[in-house]
Each structure stands twice: as C-alpha cells, then as structure tokens.
C-alpha cells in the first residue's frame, strides 16, 4: 500500500457544527502531517506530528485539534469554524519527520456555511 | 522575509516539446527543494528534489537544476505530454531540530497543447 487516503472528500458543515477529517497510511511513515490550502494558493503547513506526538503547531487557532491515535492514523478535529477555513485540507505522509519525501493525499475539500 | 516564488504563473506549451518551469527563492539556508505536480481535485504529487550541495538531479524525463548563486531552481519536462497538464509548485525544505518544514512556492499552472 503506497498511499495516503484521507475521508471524506467533501465536507459541509455549519459553523456550531463539530465535525472530524481522517486521514490514513499503511506504508509504515512515522510523521505524518496536516496541511490547508486555499483555492489557487499553495499548500500551508498547520500540524506535523512525529511518532505520534504533536512536534509542530504553525499558530493553528485552537478551533482545528488535531489527534494521532496510532502510527497510521492521523485526525483533524474541527468545531465552530469561520467561513473563511473553508479550503482544501491535505494529509500527508513521510517516513521520518527530517528530510524525508511527503507523500499527500487527495485531500478533504471543506465548506464551512 | 523568506519566500518561495515562481516566475510565471502559467506556462502553455505544444505537446511534444520540453518545457521549462523556473522558481527563485530567498532563503540561501535551505537544505533541499522538492518539485510537486498538483493536477485538478488531487493532492500534490512528489516529483523530484534535489539537495543543496547538488546543481543537477534527473529522473524520468524531468530535471531539476540548482543554480544556488542566483538563488534559482528549474524543472525541466522532456517531450511534453497531455498528463503533464498542472500546477507545478517548487517546495523549499528546511532541516532544523531534527524536523523538516516544507514551504511550497505560489505555483506555475503547465498547459499542454496537443
């Protein structure tokens, strides 16, 4: 298995709303890592977990937590979101946290009402 | 402050021919750029990287030069193909505590016309 998936693909959800995006990978990676992008911007790092620890936290407002269950698993928990989180949230993968290649997965589109 | 940027924002090229995709960065303390395909409703795609002590990489069509004197990297696509058609963002890794941060460049849409 030489993929990230991530769930689901689209997202609509109100703003009192609280509401989960998955994010899974099987290839044995130990980082695992959260990204936002906006329509036509590029990807923007949030969260990088290591070993299931939470190393980097780029000054995400507390609204977005994030959980690491286990080593394959990576969550994005998301209550009483703005409009403007609406975007494109990408998980991705890497084997190690220092210089590793990331993998990503298709993303979760979310729209926030 | 640090920023990874790219020369044009898009590119139109006749299938077949190679195409050039620039990018110029700021931060001469990077430790190695990475190269991503990003096509219509999926994540990005690695394509190659290249470390900061080298000035050439290849892979499968594509290659990568470093030109770390004017703070320069280039993709180069041979034989320009339909499913080349994307955004193509050049990333900047940094290396520091033992953990790598990657900051992706503003992206070069890449159409190909058959």
């Known amino acids: 298995d030489t993929e990230v998936t991530q769930t689901p693909k689209h997202l609509v959800m109100g703003m009192t709303n609280k509401k989960s995006l998955k994010c899974e990978q099987h290839?044995?990676?130990?980082?695992m890592y959260w990204y936002k992008q906006k329509a036509k911007k590029p990807p923007e790092l949030m969260f990088v977990?290591?070993?299931?620890?939470?190393?980097i936290n780029e000054s995400v407002p507390s609204r977005f937590s994030p959980e690491c269950p286990n080593s394959s698993l990576l969550n994005l928990h998301l209550h009483a979101l703005q409009p403007e989180d609406s975007a494109l949230y990408l998980c991705?993968?890497?084997?190690?946290?220092?210089?590793?290649?990331?993998?990503f997965g298709p993303g979760t589109r979310l729209l926030v009402l | 402050g640090e920023s990874v940027g790219l020369h044009l924002p898009t590119l139109s090229v006749q299938e077949g021919d190679n195409s050039i995709i620039n990018c110029a960065y700021s931060?001469?303390?990077?430790?190695?750029f990475i190269w991503y395909k990003q096509e219509s409703g999926k994540g990005p795609q690695f394509i190659i990287d290249?470390?900061?002590?080298?000035d050439k990489r290849q892979g499968q069509r594509v290659t990568v030069l470093l030109n770390k004197t004017v703070k320069h990297l280039s993709l180069q696509i041979a034989a320009t193909q339909p499913g080349d058609s994307a955004v193509y963002f050049c990333?900047?890794?940094?290396?520091?505590?033992?953990?790598?941060?990657?900051?992706f460049g503003t992206g070069t849409k890449l159409q190909v016309i058959p």
């Open positions: 290249i470390r900061s002590n080298m």
């Open positions: 977990y290591s070993y299931e620890k939470l190393s």
């Open positions: 931060n001469s303390a990077s430790d190695y």
């Open positions: 290839m044995g990676h130990r980082a």
């Open positions: 991705a993968s890497s084997l190690r946290v220092s210089g590793e290649t990331q993998y």
């Open positions: 990333a900047e890794g940094l290396i520091r505590g033992g953990y790598q941060k990657v900051t």
